[in-house]
């Protein structure tokens, strides 16, 4: 099929195409798509090779080049080598455990104010209640601005047009024409990027001339009090790169993992009983199953990049370096050999489950594995738990909806229709 029919098939129906590709080809086949050749890999052995590999033979952050004009040189998830290891390190104590299940209140207290609004008997699209709720908790919990502060609304109202924004097909044919490193160059971008970078920056001068950082629980405030190897603060042009970065992937991911987990459970009505009477009765055991079924059956994302930096044999095939490997997360998840019926949703198979790393790769895997996936499983526990507490819900239709691309992720086409009962 010619490159630029792929890239159509792949932008319209992508979890199709890559069905009937892996039907005629095999597990491992090669897909021309925009100006990138991918090597998709669908073996778990072969996932396998490449999250335990070397991090510096298989380059994650060349295989994401494509967001540079958006997070910036310095994001972590465009490093490389010494450089992502010593960023990332930067970056993970903010995500730890404990300190995401500290937010849990205000994940809670957002979410069940926005279902406040939620009209009564009135089909509506879920996505965009999940994506504002999603934003606030991100201003909130990694922007640090606080209810009341004047800098809210302005930061609320430009975040939301810089995502809008370049989620647009006509802003992603741009990047697709120009390449990511010719844009970032040229900053082809710079009209949808200043007023983002005007505003965070001054919640970065803000948070400078606090004196009570230590005592904040914020990922900016944190991030402000590391310091690298050398004892040297973060420069304002690193914080930047990690804020827009973790506002791009926390944000459009979480938020579109939320919405076909409403999609899902209202198709399944025995599921979303079940659910509601657990977690109302305090047990989320059955909220980790349809989480995780959900992530299995919708991942957002639809697959993790790496270049090569030198030839590497995965199975049969010798690829040079320079090749792009692509584990497919999709086809993983869909796999018959790991999953009984896998195209059905049964939050139940992952009761008493633990996920093996090369079956269940939502959030990628290996040294690169996503630093956020604990934030974004935290978030979706406490979003989900307001609204099954708060709400009955049933489909706007019975058939399900199929997946859509916006950018780089895989949503809803209607953005989850549901009704509240009355």
């Known amino acids: 099929m010619p490159r630029a029919l792929q890239t159509l098939a792949w932008m319209k129906r992508p979890f199709p195409f890559v069905e009937r590709a892996r039907a005629r080809y095999g597990d491992t ?58 960023q990332r390190r930067l970056l993970l104590p903010p995500f730890h455990g404990e300190k995401m299940r500290a937010h849990v209140g205000l994940m809670r207290e957002v979410a069940e104010r926005e279902v406040a609004s939620w009209p009564t008997g009135v089909p509506f699209a879920v996505a965009p209640h999940m994506q504002a709720v999603t934003l606030e908790v991100i201003m909130r919990i990694v922007f640090g601005v606080d209810e009341g502060d004047p800098r809210l609304a302005e930061l609320r109202e430009r975040l939301r047009t810089f995502l809008d924004t370049t989620a647009s097909p006509r802003e992603m044919r741009k990047l697709l024409l120009h390449g990511p490193e010719r844009a970032h160059r040229r900053r082809v971008f710079g009209a949808i990027l200043d007023p983002v970078d005007e505003v965070i920056a001054q919640v970065i001068a803000d948070h400078r001339d606090r004196d009570d950082l230590a005592d904040r629980d914020d990922v900016l405030s944190m991030l402000l009090l590391a310091r690298h190897e050398d004892d040297t603060p973060m420069a304002d042009d690193e914080l930047r790169d990690e804020l827009v970065t973790l506002l791009v992937a926390g944000h459009e991911t979480t938020a579109t993992a939320l919405s076909w987990a409403l999609e899902r459970l209202t198709r399944h009505p025995a599921a979303l009983e079940r659910l509601t009477e657990e977690v109302r009765a305090g047990d989320e055991e059955y909220l980790d199953g349809v989480i995780r079924e959900t992530l299995r059956i919708r991942p957002v994302l639809p697959f993790v990049a790496r270049k090569l930096t030198a030839p590497v044999t995965i199975g049969e095939w010798d690829l040079p370096a320079g090749a792009k490997v692509a584990p497919s997360i999709h086809l993983v998840h869909r796999r018959e050999d790991l999953y009984e019926d896998p195209a059905a949703f049964r939050p139940e198979r992952w009761l008493g489950v633990r996920p093996n790393p090369y079956h269940f790769l939502p959030f990628g895997g290996g040294v690169r594995r996503c630093l956020g996936a604990s934030f974004a499983e935290t978030e979706m526990r406490a979003v989900l738990s307001a609204i099954v507490s708060s709400v009955r819900l049933r489909p706007a239709r019975p058939e399900g909806e199929r997946v859509a691309r916006r950018v780089i992720t895989n949503v809803p086409a209607r953005g989850g229709e549901v009704v509240v009962a009355a």
Request: proline letters at 5%; charged letters at 20%; zero cysteines.
């Open 29 to 86: 086949f090669t897909m021309h798509i925009g100006r990138d050749t991918f090597v998709v890999l669908s073996d778990p052995a072969h996932v396998k090779q490449v999250f335990t590999g070397d991090p510096g033979v298989f380059h994650a952050g060349e295989g994401n080049l494509i967001l540079l004009p958006f997070l910036g040189e310095k994001s972590v998830l465009l490093l490389d080598d010494a450089a992502h290891l010593r």
